[in-house]
């Protein structure tokens, strides 16, 4: 069974960093595209940021662009978020997800974690 599991969320106070894993098991996750995405409460899930199976392709949303980066490791079948300079608007649910095609549209993910909740506050 195709599982995804993100660890690493928290509380950090506005400016800080935290650093997202997503590891895949029963499947290569060498294979896949992996989006972040994050979900608010009472806001639509949008697209954090999108990386090709060979990282070759690599997108960001804008909200999080100079802030956030995302690398994998295919031998450890996990990818990575990092967050850096924190906002409080960042506070939401962020999952992984998992698909054979390099998207950034949620809908096209096949496969999902069950999320880790980041919060930024003071």
């Known amino acids: 069974q195709v599982q995804l599991k993100e660890s690493g969320g928290g509380l950090v106070q506005p400016g800080g960093s935290l650093s997202l894993s997503c590891v895949a098991s029963?499947?290569?996750?060498?294979?896949?595209?992996i989006g972040w995405f994050r979900q608010a409460p009472g806001k639509e899930r949008e697209a954090v940021s999108c990386?090709?199976?060979?990282?070759?392709?690599?997108n960001y949303g804008d909200s999080v662009k100079g802030r956030f980066t995302i690398s994998r490791d295919n031998a450890k079948n996990t990818v990575y978020l990092q967050m850096n300079d924190l906002k409080p608007e960042d506070t939401a649910v962020y999952y992984c997800?998992?698909?054979?095609?390099?998207?950034?549209?949620?809908?096209?993910?096949?496969?999902w974690g069950q999320g880790t909740r980041v919060t930024i506050d003071s």
């Open positions: 029963a499947f290569t996750l060498a294979h896949y595209a």
């Open positions: 990386i090709s199976a060979s990282s070759s392709k690599i």
């Open positions: 997800a998992a698909d054979l095609s390099f998207t950034c549209q949620p809908w096209e993910y096949d496969y």
